[in-house]
């Protein structure tokens, strides 16, 4: 069934910036929210397979963190304070203390820096290159770390770095986990440029990558290579930062996407979920012999979102034991199973599955497939977003707590719509 969408979107094409970009794969004008479900203004309803980019794990509106969030309004709770010790603040430090790293004997302090995910990276490369005294950083091919200069320099993708307007410098990049086209152990390739003193590259301040690269195309990094990168920074005495934004807070399973791995970054960037309702929160995690900052040395003006404080403290109860862990990756074999049958089923597709948990992606190797599959089930009620250099790739990333009926509803969705472009 085909929706239909009325809204008159004049009023964005005249005055808002042509930078928008979301508006335009999702032309209608969205109302209302809760749970896995979004309405537009004209009461149609649609199930959500994108969650806010990754910032809706728990969906829109969660019940209690909205109760959590208008008492603390009505009893005058502090909205804006800068850095200053606030109520809010101390319970969501005594939280993810007690519910998230002393259970898993993880030491490490919290940096408050800007209210997005390109803020926790900038903190984590400025504290790197204060602490090592060196200037570059290694990221890898297909990352995703921000649009800010800094994160942008250790960003593949190359339209999005063209938007800078300047070179961007102090940065090297080397080919991700299953990259290199024959095959090989890319850590050995990354080995072998920082032992060899001819390589042209020198000793970087830090490594930074994502175990799961969410924009770069669902590309899932091995514990095995993951537990290499480590051995490589401890060998050669550099940081070794996760940017944990998109795959963390349960959206692969466990709260840190590299928990599996048994790695202990230096450096620890999260963002997007940590915030539980979807407002702007940011952290970088570091351990506490790395916390030479002097005060006011990395500032801003909103380090503290004092709303999101109490959205987060409240949805830091869902880790309290591993149910909702579990439930991803039973949910997660639902989705896997689907889309592998999917590829199965249509071998036009030239289709490949990737992902870990919910952070699944179809990836439709026929030019133009992957955005067309999403426009198509939009027209039918589900709300998905590619990835991939060439938006090749369907990401499934719906709430970690969605209900088994919508899960289902929606991918028998996302199964019409492939039907129907390959009808075309």
Known sequence: MT????SDLNIFNEHESEVRSYCRSFPTIF???????????????????????GAL???HNHPKMKEKLL???????????????????????KQLQSIVLEPRNMAYKVMFPGPTGTNAVEGALKLARKITGRTTVMSFTNAFHGMTLGALSITGNEFKRHGAGIPLHNAVVMPYDKFLKD???????LEQFLSDDGSGVSKPAAIILETVQGEGGINVASFDWLKRVEEICRKFDIFLIVDDIQAGV?????????????IKPDIICLSKSIGGYGLPFA???MKPEHDIWEPGEHNGTFRGNNLAFVTASEALHF??????????????????????????HHPELNGEVRGRGLMKGLACHVEGMGSDICCSAFEKGLILETAGIDDEVVKVMPPLNIKEESLEKGLDILEESVKTILKK
Do not use: C
Request: net charge negative; hydrophobic share 35%; charged share 30%.
């Open 3 to 6: 929706i239909k969408i009325n």
């Open 31 to 53: 109302s209302k929210a809760q749970g896995e479900f979004l309405w537009d203004k004209e009461g149609n309803e649609f199930i959500d397979f994108f969650a806010g980019a």
């Open 57 to 59: 794990n728990y969906g």
């Open 71 to 93: 008492e603390y309004v009505q009893k005058d709770g502090v909205t804006h304070g800068l850095d200053m010790a606030t109520e809010a603040k101390e319970d969501f430090i």
């Open 183 to 189: 095959g090989s152990d890319s850590t050995k390739y």
């Open 250 to 262: 349960g959206r692969t399973g466990t709260f840190f996407s590299f928990e599996p791995a048994g």
């Open 283 to 285: 952290i970088t995690l």
């Open 319 to 344: 880790w309290e034991d591993d149910t909702l862990s579990k439930e991803v990756e039973r949910k997660g074999d639902i989705v896997q199973a689907r889309l592998e049958k999917l590829v199965e």
